[in-house]
């Protein structure tokens, strides 16, 4: 299984959550976001990485360009789009982007908003499925109502995000079948300052999985 942690701001905790056992670090590349971090920073965590964990940039409503420049520079392996990205945009984002792995974060409020995870299918590599807050796209500690996501299985990968900490991730994973799970407030001390008490904690959860 995959395991996303997101919000890293902090070259040592990106390291030591790779250490641990991360398949993935994610890069808040919203500037509206406590957790926000610049191309530089970036830079810094995934010199320090090893090749086999992917960097994701999480980015909302930005210009395909401004993406390029961070994917670029920062030598970042994927994008997750967090904002009101149309289908339309994120092929175009695989166009300008080859090798690059398209993420599309879906934030859920109700049933039917599964809906939309089947129109973003054709357009995308890996989907992300986020709890619905009315005034953050992220990070906001909320879950899903797993109960709605027991039948889910799209026909891509797909990350379950949201809420997701040491304490309640074995609860999720009993009733949901994810590809790969997402973290960012449940395993953190304050935001961009992660736990890595609590990261050791989770990955002695999840054991071998
Ligand atoms: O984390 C943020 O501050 C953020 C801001 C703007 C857009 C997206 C953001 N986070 C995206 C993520 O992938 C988080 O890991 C995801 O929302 C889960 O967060 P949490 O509920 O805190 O585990």
Redesign the pocket.
Known sequence: MRIKI??ITQPQQGKAIADLGATAL?F?C?TT???YVTIKQIQAVVEKLPSKVDSIG?F?NTRPEKIKQAVVDGGLTGV?L?GDESPEFCQQLRDLLPGVEIIK?LRIRTATDFDKTAIYNLFVDTL?L??YHPQ???????TLDWQLLQNFQPSRPWFL????TPYNILEALSQVKPTGI?????VERA?GDKDLQKVAQLFEKLGNR
Do not use: F, M, N
Request: hydrophobic fraction near 35%.
């Open positions: 997101c919000g994610g808040i919203v976001s406590p957790r999480v909302a997750q967090h974060a992300l986020d709890a953050q796209l992220g990070g906001t500690g909320k995000a949201g809420g997701l997402d973290l960012s407030s449940g935001p």
